[in-house]
């Protein structure tokens, strides 16, 4: 009996400083100040170690981007945090960021379980949302006549076997875009970043972007192919120069907020925590 009491203080003991562990981890993690109060060179050192963070959850790989590139992430980052509390309501694109990361964790069980459903990084799918909708599910098509919440082209849906009505299911709607996603990541296999250029593909379109990798990436630049694509923005069309371009930033900008909330002063758990309890 005396040896097993001592075992179970052992086992408690061992627990415990697990759990320790594990929160002084987490602890050591969050900066100790919001992301609003940081001087610019703190600001930039945040992004950098959270963007690579966050690129090695989606690939388990370690993405090396250039100092221009985790740039552009944080002038994405810049444009979120302004809008945290800006009084500005639930308006899109412009209100108070506080309701559509709120949205999103709502959202945040069903997209999780469809992506990894499809085996496809479930980061992917639970920012996808945010940077197309603010997790609002459109329910009139947009000026090239997307739909729902991952702003499907109807053309497009319906090569994954979804009518347009179809669409506007959040569920159905996130199955396809986990098998476009899967799709583009085995397309772009080759390639060190093929998460980033499946996520470019998604807006940009699978083609084009091969394109793209054909004229720009070439053996000095091919570490980080989307840094390069970015970089080189003024030698690609008006469309990737005006829309595509800022794509990929927003997406990490995205997820360094939504898996970082109280960093940026949000009262919520990161979006990936809200997972769907079996």
Partial sequence: MKIQRTFLLLLATSISL??????????????????????????????????????????????????AFTADIGKAVDAYARRIGNDGGDRLWKGDARFVFERGQIYAPALIAAFKKRNVPTLIGLYIPLIESEYVNMQSPNSVGALGMFQFLPQTGAHFGLTPQELLDVEKSADAAARYIAQNIARFKNDSMKEALALLAYNRGEAAVGRDIAAIVNEKNKGCSICALTAARNQLDATFQNENVYYVPSFFAAAIIGENPQAFGLSLQPLSSYEAKR
């Fill in 18 to 67: 697990t759990a320790l562990a594990h929160a002084t981890q987490a602890q050591a993690t969050q900066p100790n100040k919001l992301y609003q109060q940081m001087a610019r060179e703190e600001r930039t050192a945040f992004i950098a170690e959270q963007a690579r963070g966050i690129a090695r959850r989606m690939s388990n790989t370690e993405y090396e981007f250039t100092p």
